[in-house]
C-alpha cells in the first residue's frame, strides 16, 4: 500500500482539500466527499460555536473517515498563530495544525520568520505542525529539523491559479526533504496537480480550484484522480525526455577513432 | 494654492485605471464586469463577509455641509454608555452579527478619545471583529485603540479636491485637509492592521476622486506594507439638512468605479453599505464587491430600539432584515459569511509592536 505518513497518521489519500471559498456549507460537503480527501483543512476563524449555520467546524465532523486540520489562516504574527493553534486544538480535538502566517492580508504570502517561530514552539508542544511556507529549500529543511510533520511550499499565490510557478524551488525541496511535500496554493487544473505528484510531491492541497468550479463536486473527484494517476506515475518511474539532438557535424573527432 | 502632497498630485502606471473610467472609455461596462467579476471569484471565492455599523454618539463638533449629524443640525443629541452599547451589541448578536464598526462623530468633549476606547473595549469582549469610524487620532491613540482590541479604522477623506474640501467643511477640526489626509498613516503607524479608504460620491468630480483615492492606496500600500486595505463607495443619501450634490453619480458609473478598483487592485476588500438599493447591492454581490453591512441602524442606539422614527446619521436604502438579505445572497450562490475572523488575531500589527 502506497500510504502517506504525516506525524503517527497514515493516509490511502494524497488530495487534502481546503473548506473556504464555497457557496455554501451544503456544496463543500459534497466537494469533500466527492474528493476522498482523509484530511480537510478548516480556518479556526470560520469556527462560529455561537451560530450554527455560519459554522464550518460542526458540518464537517459528520464526515466518517476524515481528519480535520485547522489552519491559523488570520493571524499575522507568531504569537497569533500559536494561541490560535492553541484554542483551535482545544475546540476541535485535532493534533494537526496548519500554520498560515500571512502579514499582508492582499497577496496573503506567508511570513518565513514567523511562520518558523511558531512551528518550533508548536512542535514542541505536541502538535502535527504543518507550515504554510514560500517555497524556499533552506526554510524547509529548518522547518524539517524544527519537528515539523511536512512543509506546505506554495506552488504560486492564493487564489491566483497560476500553477507551479515556483516549481524549480520545489525540485529542490523534494530532492532533499526527509518529511512530506505538499503542494499548497496556486493550482487551477487537475492536470496541474497531476504534474505536481509527477515531480515528486507527497501530496496536493486545493481549495479555490474546486470551490468556484462550475461544479465543486465533480471537480473534486476530477482532482482526487488527477493526483492518484500523477503519484503512480512518479512511482512507475517516467521516462526521460529526448535529449539535445546530434549535432550535425561530430564535436569530438578531433579525438580520432578509439583504439 | 497646491495643498497635495507629490505622491497624490502625481501617479505611475495609472493609463489602464483613468481609461477604465473615462465618459468615453475604450472599455464597455460589460467587458469590465466580467473581468472583475473572474477576479474576485478567484481571490474571494464565492462568499461575502458581512458587518453592522454601530452609532456610538451622534455628537459632532464640524460643520459638513453634507452630514445629517452635522453640529448646526437640530437632531437631538446622545452617546450611548457602556451598558447601553452591550444592549445594542446582543440585539446585533442575536442578528448573528460578530464583526461590527463603531461610529461617532467629530471629536467632543462627549464623545473623546476616552470614551471610544472604553466603548471598543467593551465591544471586544462580545464581537469577535471590531473596527472604528470615528475621528482622527495621534499615534499613541491608535496605538491604545489597537491594545484594546480595535483591528481597523474606516476613515473617508470625503473629497480629494482641496478646495471642495475647503468649502464644504465649514468649521470644526475636520477643515484641516492635511491632518485628515495623513490619519490612515498615522493609523498604521500605530499599529492599526487595516485602513478603509473612500470619496463621498456626489461632492467633486468622480474621475478626478477616484484617481487620486486610487494614489492614496497605493502610496499606503507601499510605505505600510502589512497594512489591509479597503475601499468604501458611499454616494450622497437623503439626511437631515437639504445638502444636494454637484456631482451626483449614476449607479452607471458607480459600477464602473468599482470594476476599475477591482481591476486595477485585485486583493483590496471593496465594501457596499445599505446606503444603496436592495437592487443595486444584489446585482453588485460577486461582481467585485467582497464585504457588505447588513440590518444597518444609523441612529444612535437604533438595534436595541428598532421603532424609533428618530432620523440618522443617513437614510438607509437597503432595511431588508439579515436574514431576507442573506436569502437574496444564497439565492445568487453566494455565501453570506458572518465569522471571518478571531479574536484572537485582535492587537497591533507588527510582532515588534506586539507586548
Request: glycine share 8%.
Amino acid at each position: 500500500m502506497d500510504l502517506l505518513h504525516l506525524g503517527s497518521y497514515t493516509l490511502s489519500s494524497r488530495l487534502i482539500l481546503g473548506t473556504g471559498k464555497f457557496s455554501s456549507a451544503s456544496v463543500m460537503l459534497e466537494a469533500v466527499k466527492a474528493s476522498g480527501a482523509e484530511l480537510v483543512t478548516v480556518a479556526l476563524r470560520r469556527f462560529n460555536r455561537e451560530q450554527p449555520g455560519d459554522d464550518l467546524f460542526t458540518p464537517l465532523t459528520s464526515i466518517p473517515g476524515i481528519t480535520l486540520m485547522p489552519n491559523t489562516s488570520g493571524a499575522s504574527t507568531a504569537a497569533e498563530a500559536v494561541h490560535a493553534a492553541r484554542i483551535a486544538r482545544e475546540l476541535s480535538g485535532s493534533p494537526f495544525i496548519k500554520v498560515e502566517i500571512h502579514p499582508n492580508p492582499q497577496h496573503l504570502m506567508p511570513d518565513p520568520i514567523e511562520t518558523y517561530e511558531a512551528s518550533k514552539i508548536l512542535a514542541k508542544e505536541g502538535f502535527l505542525v504543518m507550515p504554510y511556507i514560500p517555497a524556499d529549500p533552506v526554510l524547509a529543511k529548518r522547518l524539517e529539523e524544527a519537528g515539523c510533520v511536512s512543509v506546505m511550499p506554495l506552488g504560486s499565490a492564493i487564489g491566483s491559479g497560476q500553477g507551479l510557478a515556483t516549481a524549480e524551488m520545489l525540485r529542490i525541496i523534494i530532492r532533499e526533504s526527509n518529511i512530506p511535500v505538499i503542494v499548497d496554493a496556486g493550482l487551477r487544473s487537475p492536470s496541474e496537480a497531476a504534474l505536481a505528484m509527477e515531480m515528486g510531491c507527497d501530496a496536493v492541497l486545493v481549495n479555490s480550484a474546486v470551490a468556484v468550479a462550475g461544479n465543486p463536486p465533480d471537480m473534486a473527484e476530477a482532482f482526487a484522480e488527477a493526483v492518484a494517476a500523477g503519484r503512480k506515475a512518479f512511482r512507475a518511474g517516467i521516462m526521460e525526455k529526448s535529449g539535445l539532438a546530434a549535432a550535425t557535424s561530430p564535436l569530438t573527432s578531433f579525438l580520432g577513432s578509439e583504439a | 494654492m497646491n495643498q497635495l502632497p507629490e505622491w497624490l498630485s502625481a501617479g505611475r502606471d495609472e493609463t489602464r485605471f483613468r481609461a477604465m473610467l473615462l465618459p468615453d472609455s475604450p472599455y464597455t461596462l460589460e467587458q469590465l464586469a466580467a473581468e472583475s467579476k473572474a477576479l474576485t471569484l478567484r481571490r474571494f471565492g464565492r462568499t461575502m463577509s458581512l458587518y453592522a455599523p454601530l452609532y456610538l454618539s451622534n455628537h459632532c463638533s464640524s460643520g459638513c455641509a453634507y452630514c445629517g449629524f452635522a453640529s448646526d443640525r437640530k437632531t437631538p443629541r446622545r452617546r450611548l454608555e457602556q451598558e447601553e452599547i452591550r444592549k445594542e451589541l446582543d440585539a446585533m448578536k442575536r442578528l448573528a452579527i460578530s464583526d461590527v464598526l463603531l461610529l461617532t462623530g467629530e471629536r467632543t468633549r462627549a464623545a473623546d478619545f476616552d470614551y471610544l476606547r472604553d466603548s471598543v473595549a467593551t465591544a471586544a469582549a462580545k464581537m469577535q471583529r471590531v473596527s472604528v469610524e470615528a475621528f482622527p487620532m495621534s499615534v499613541a491613540e491608535y496605538r491604545e485603540l489597537a491594545d484594546a482590541g480595535c483591528t481597523g479604522i474606516t476613515i473617508y477623506q470625503e473629497t480629494y479636491n482641496p478646495l471642495s474640501y475647503g468649502e464644504l467643511h465649514r468649521w470644526g477640526p475636520k477643515k484641516n485637509y492635511r491632518e485628515r489626509l495623513e490619519t490612515p498613516a498615522r493609523a498604521l503607524e500605530g499599529g492599526m492592521k487595516s485602513v478603509g479608504l473612500g470619496v463621498l460620491l456626489g461632492l467633486a468630480d468622480p474621475q478626478e476622486e477616484a484617481l487620486l483615492l486610487y494614489r492614496h492606496l497605493l502610496h499606503l500600500g507601499r510605505t505600510y506594507w502589512r497594512a489591509g486595505l479597503s475601499v468604501s463607495f458611499p454616494r450622497i443619501r437623503p439626511q437631515t439638512g437639504s445638502y444636494q450634490p454637484p456631482f451626483p453619480v449614476s449607479d452607471h458609473l458607480l459600477a464602473r468605479m468599482i470594476f476599475a478598483f477591482r481591476i486595477a487592485l485585485p486583493d483590496v476588500e471593496l465594501v457596499l453599505s445599505t446606503r444603496e438599493s436592495p437592487a443595486f447591492r444584489d446585482g453588485m454581490a460577486g461582481l467585485g464587491i467582497t464585504r457588505m453591512s447588513i440590518a444597518s441602524r444609523t441612529t444612535v442606539g437604533g438595534y436595541s430600539d428598532p421603532e424609533s422614527v428618530e432620523r440618522g446619521q443617513f437614510d438607509v436604502f437597503d432595511d431588508r432584515s439579515a436574514e431576507l438579505f442573506c436569502d437574496a445572497l444564497r439565492e445568487k450562490n453566494i455565501e453570506p459569511v458572518f465569522k471571518n475572523w478571531e479574536h484572537t488575531y485582535n492587537g497591533p500589527s507588527s510582532p515588534e509592536m506586539a507586548t
